[in-house]
């Protein structure tokens, strides 16, 4: 019955993960997958989180199925998050807003929305992008096309080349955009650039899909929200995919968002409607504990800032590692090869290692990159600088 059934080649980054964990030299060094750690390694349990877990457990409370769309007091809090609690969007009610799992549940269910409803469209992503972009838009039925984002001569972004594609794309087609800490780049917008792509996006009635999974990493909450908060203050429609799982160390609960902005309540109560069946046919409805973590901090002026202030610090020790391994590596590369890390920003970088060199630098080193040549700073330590440094150098040798 099942022999003609393939082989699954693996994926680039969650299958290798796998290989680490399974790989037995005791100096193993994951930089591969988009995990932030802690100085000593670990995964972190932030202290809001555990505060909120230990006072929802306090208060039992019977585990009923959640309304398709997820829990009421999350969706709001995670709209005044991304928005702003003042946005005119959000008191006008014009964004319909799901509780998704997680940010790829969250591209899942709008990649499916769309192609109900804007079947003649193609979707177009920067190159490079996060993997699981082809594979979603493309398996929700649409044909994926790429525009040009980075280049590595500059380590950073081509805006010229990347606004003369956009200026080109047809009418109508869907652009994904990444808000702020651009994976696997690590190569960002500017806000003037953000401005005058707004302009293209409105000339052109192309209709944004904001891909955000790293709030608070980049430059700040509000700050990484600029470009999402910019574009809604226009009133130009679009879609945006959040996850929490960075951001409240919460991987394996499957937090995410997706919302729709619409031009008007109406609008935004059909769109939310749809969504709704989109979910039904995939999943019913969401899981609640993660959700209700997350109600819980945001809703209590305490846990909120205790959590603003641990994403601070989680901010500023990936800014120290990326600041750590640009002192340890730029005088043991040619001029200007280690330049990217200060460039760029975020979780990620773009070290312009070749797949080859990733290769050498997993078999011989135990230094796991993902294969694009993405290293994840935020799972490097003080410690493991020196090693990762020795590794790159010699692999890229
Ligand atoms: C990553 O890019 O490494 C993370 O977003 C994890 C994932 O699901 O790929």
New binding site residues.
């Given amino acids: 019955m099942f022999e003609h059934v393939d082989a699954y080649p693996g994926d680039p ?2 299958t290798l993960n796998e290989e680490f964990l399974h790989d037995p030299r005791p100096e193993k060094i994951n930089l ?4 932030y750690l802690n100085e000593a390694g670990q995964l972190p349990l932030m202290g809001a989180v555990r505060k909120a877990e230990q006072s929802i457990l306090a208060q039992p409370v019977k585990r009923t199925y959640l309304p398709m769309e997820g829990m009421l007091d999350y969706r709001n809090a995670v709209r005044c998050l991304l928005f702003g609690e003042d946005h005119q969007a959000v008191s006008e009610k014009r964004i319909a807003t799901m509780q998704t799992l997680g ?2 549940g969250a591209l899942k269910i709008g990649a499916d929305f769309l192609a109900a409803y804007f079947p003649g469209a193609q979707v177009w992503v920067s190159d490079p992008t ?1 993997d ?1 972009h082809h594979a979603i838009f493309a398996g929700a039925g649409f044909v994926v096309n790429s525009y040009p984002y980075y280049d590595p001569g500059i380590q950073h972004v081509n805006f010229e080349a990347m606004q003369t594609a956009l200026e080109a794309i047809p009418v109508g087609n869907i652009v994904l955009l990444h808000a702020c800490c651009h ?2 780049t690590g190569a960002d917008l500017n806000t003037q650039q953000w401005r005058d792509l707004a302009t293209i996006i409105q000339s052109r009635s192309l209709l944004p899909f904001f891909d955000i ?1 790293y709030q608070g990493f980049g430059q700040g909450i509000k700050e990484d929200a600029f470009a999402i908060r910019y574009f809604a203050s226009l009133g130009i429609p679009m879609l945006v995919a959040g996850s929490f ?1 960075k951001n409240f160390s919460l991987y394996g609960e499957r937090c995410g968002a997706l919302h729709v902005l619409c031009n008007d309540e109406g609008q935004a109560n059909n769109v939310l409607g749809q969504l709704k069946a989109v979910v039904r046919r995939n999943y019913s409805s969401p899981p609640t504990h993660g959700a209700r973590i997350i109600a819980t901090v945001l809703g209590s002026s305490e846990l909120r800032d205790e959590w603003h202030s641990e994403l601070e610090a989680m901010r500023a020790r990936i800014q120290s590692m990326r600041e750590g391994l640009y002192a340890s590596l730029q005088g043991r590369m040619p001029a200007g090869k280690a330049d990217f890390l200060r460039k760029q920003d975020g979780m990620f970088s773009f070290t312009g290692m070749t797949a080859e060199q990733v290769r050498r630098l997993r078999e011989e080193f135990a230094v796991y990159l ?1 294969g694009s040549g993405r290293i ?1 700073l935020a799972a490097l330590t003080q410690e493991s600088i020196v090693p990762v440094t020795e590794a790159m150098v010699q692999a890229m040798n």
């Fill in positions: 980054i969650l591969s997958i988009g995990v940010g790829s996060w699981n994976n696997p999974a799982s993902v994840c």
